[in-house]
């Protein structure tokens, strides 16, 4: 919503009672938890949580990508975990296979599986998912993609991806700003990752564009145009500046509900006669029905050396102390 992004407004000050619900259920809800009078599940693998405070997209995704990639080049074997947002499949745990289409594991899964080739389990209970990694996988450590709330899942790292544009709005608690949990929750996280920008006590990511590829996967090279552009992920914006800092004139603009479940009808309303750009998660939703003039922009994060290097220590001596 973006009022959540603007100053507090004095109507926003009805949704007070509200936001003090939430953050007193959260509250509550994560020292019970911490205090065993919940159960939760602790996994024989390390698990790594990557999650954020706040809702909308942040770029947890290509952070969960990036880091898995750190891992398989230091001789880990990562899995991931996911909520499977937008999908619906029959049976749960579900195992993301190259036949998993978007639809049924959700957006991101699929994703991360496409570009990385690793075990991707996906259900709405993720300790459930994570005791599938453990038991079933051959893995040697768990990531999942969100979940900082999840308290069902018991963690030893927790990674907090923060926007370094919009950082955390106007700080209120939903539905009065863009938090599931209060700026005050960042005490007890391992590590602050900022996408895009510098701010003290926090590891800067920043995400590099790669050259474009067509959605259905015919090889191809798309040269700096005129374009029409869609994105359904958290922040679109940020999608469609990408694509003018990468050399492109957008002549449409479309923005989608995040997670948005595509199909040919959405596609009506752009103009074939110049290609359509779309983000790599939009894209994999789109490859049944994809037409030629359709292209995605692959996004990696980098991650820097103030973060990989204490990252890695600490899990080594979890792995020794959970060996």
């Known amino acids: 919503m973006l009022f959540w992004y603007k100053p507090t407004q004095w109507w926003t000050w009805m949704l007070w009672p509200f936001a003090m619900l939430m953050r007193c259920i959260s509250v509550c809800r994560r020292y019970a938890y911490q205090q065993g009078w919940l159960q939760s599940y602790k996994s024989p693998l390390p698990v790594v949580v990557v999650g954020n405070i706040s809702v909308g997209g942040n770029g947890k995704t290509p952070f969960v990508i990036s880091l898995c990639e ?108 863009p938090l599931r949990e209060s700026v005050s929750r960042l005490r007890d996280v391992d590590f602050i990752i900022n996408n895009g920008a510098v701010h003290e006590g926090e590891s800067t990511m920043f995400l590099m564009a790669s050259e474009c590829k067509r959605v259905d996967g015919v090889e191809g090279k798309l040269a700096k145009q005129s374009v029409n552009a869609c994105a359904a992920i958290g922040y679109p914006p940020r999608f469609f500046n ?82």
């Not at 993609?145 to 919009?166: F, N, P, S, T």
């Not at 789109?286 to 103030?306: E, V």
């Open 70 to 177: 750190l891992l398989i080049e230091q001789g880990y074997k990562p899995g991931v975990i996911s909520r499977g947002y937008g999908g619906k499949a029959d049976n749960y745990p579900l195992l993301v296979t190259s036949d998993t289409s978007g639809k049924i594991a959700g957006d991101e899964p699929v994703l991360i599986f496409q570009r990385l080739q690793i075990p991707v389990v996906v259900d709405p209970v993720r300790s459930n998912a994570a005791d599938y990694l453990a038991t079933q996988c051959d893995v040697n450590v768990i990531i999942t993609d969100d979940g900082l709330q999840h308290y069902a899942l018991q963690r030893d790292i927790e990674i907090v991806v923060v926007d370094g544009k919009r950082r955390y709005g106007n700080q209120h608690i939903m539905p009065m700003g």
């Open 242 to 323: 990408t694509l003018i800092e990468q050399g492109f004139s957008l002549d449409k603009q479309i923005p989608f509900a995040d997670h948005h479940a595509y199909s040919e009808s959405d596609f009506a309303q752009f103009s074939t006669d110049k290609p359509l750009l779309m983000t790599e998660k939009d894209a994999v939703k789109c490859t049944s029905f994809a037409q030629p003039h359709w292209w995605y922009l692959p996004i990696d994060g980098q991650l820097p050396a103030d973060f990989t290097d204490p990252f890695l220590e600490k899990l080594t001596q979890i792995k020794e102390i959970k060996c």
